[in-house]
């Protein structure tokens, strides 16, 4: 896998996607293909880690990364600097600290060429029935849609100042 993997990734909350998301991502981490059964940290074997190049600072925690993609897919690199990933690829980054898992990240690449994201918390203090009320009560707030203005130009910064 080259090293060169662009991907920006945004830390969203699951229960925040935007409406037009197709579908929710699962609930659980262990039931987004990363690990080969629930309460294993043993990996599936389709799933491939990898370093990016120019790895972004974190406050110092340590990043695991892996991919994943569909049975027979590969990723269309014929343009370096925007490479077209498979519908179903699926990315993982792993933060932890102190040799402490504190969050994994999902990117997954949907049917219509979206991109679906999801963070999941690791709270070992709380329970099953704990992380489902906080999973209800999450996804009951209403999605944020950000609207970014339109880059200007650089002679017309100055004008706008």
């Known amino acids: ?19 037009d998301t197709p579908e929710h991502p699962p609930t659980w981490l262990h039931d987004t293909g990363l690990y080969a059964a629930p309460g294993t940290n043993l ?13 972004l600072w974190s406050d110092g925690a340590r990043k695991r990364r892996w991919i994943a993609l569909p049975p027979g897919a590969a990723i269309d690199a014929s343009q370096p600097a925007a490479w ?13 600290v102190r ?10 690449r949907l049917a219509d060429g979206a991109w679906r994201f999801a963070a999941y918390a690791m709270y070992k ?11 209800a009560f999450l996804k009951s707030i209403p999605a944020i849609i950000n609207r970014v203005p339109e880059p200007l130009p650089p002679a017309d910064v100055a004008a706008a100042d």
């Open 1 to 19: 896998m080259p090293g060169k993997l662009a991907i920006a990734v945004l830390a969203i909350l699951a229960a925040s996607l935007s409406p």
């Open 43 to 55: 990996l599936r074997a389709e799933v491939v880690s990898f370093s990016p190049q120019y790895p």
């Open 84 to 96: 077209e990933f498979p519908a179903g690829t699926r990315l993982w980054k792993e933060f932890s």
């Open 99 to 108: 040799g402490r898992r504190v969050e994994t990240r999902l990117i997954e």
């Open 125 to 135: 203090h709380f329970n099953d029935e704990d992380l489902e009320a906080i999973f």
